[in-house]
């Protein structure tokens, strides 16, 4: 890609996800706070356009604001034409990033499968009823 055109895809992404030029300037993760890092990761995925990304605890360590910045940065993305893994242990992720599928991962296995609904009773229940259930 000419530089060119480079630049003008980056600015593009730049302001899909509401960020600031300035972000340019900088050497990457140099005195970038959490959040800043978390939100560079998502304009490096704007940028790569995968057709799978993996977001691993993508809500750690960030306060509300930059969770709520972050999330928005990834529901901009979404289009239909890439799956996201988003790896949480959290309800609080999902309040912001509504998923289509939830699964739940014990013991390297997928052990329990369902909707947007399965996050919320894993906040109010917890772990132990699936893992009560498997026994």
Do not use: C
């Amino acid at each position: 890609v000419p530089i060119k055109e480079f630049r003008a895809l980056l600015k593009e992404k730049l302001k899909l996800l509401d960020m600031p030029d300035g972000v340019l300037s900088r050497y990457v993760n140099d005195g970038f706070s959490g959040g800043e890092k978390k939100r560079l990761e998502i304009l490096q995925m704007a940028l790569l356009e995968p057709k799978v990304a993996v977001l691993d605890e993508t809500d750690s360590g960030l306060d509300i604001d930059a969770l709520t910045i972050v999330s928005e940065g990834i529901n901009r993305l979404r289009d239909g034409k890439r799956s996201m893994l988003v790896i949480t242990h959290y309800q609080r992720l999902l309040n912001y990033i509504k998923p289509d599928f939830v699964h739940v991962l014990m013991d390297g296995q997928i052990v329990r499968s369902g909707g947007p609904d399965l996050a919320l009773t894993l906040e109010a229940k917890g772990y132990e009823w699936i893992s009560e259930e498997r026994i």
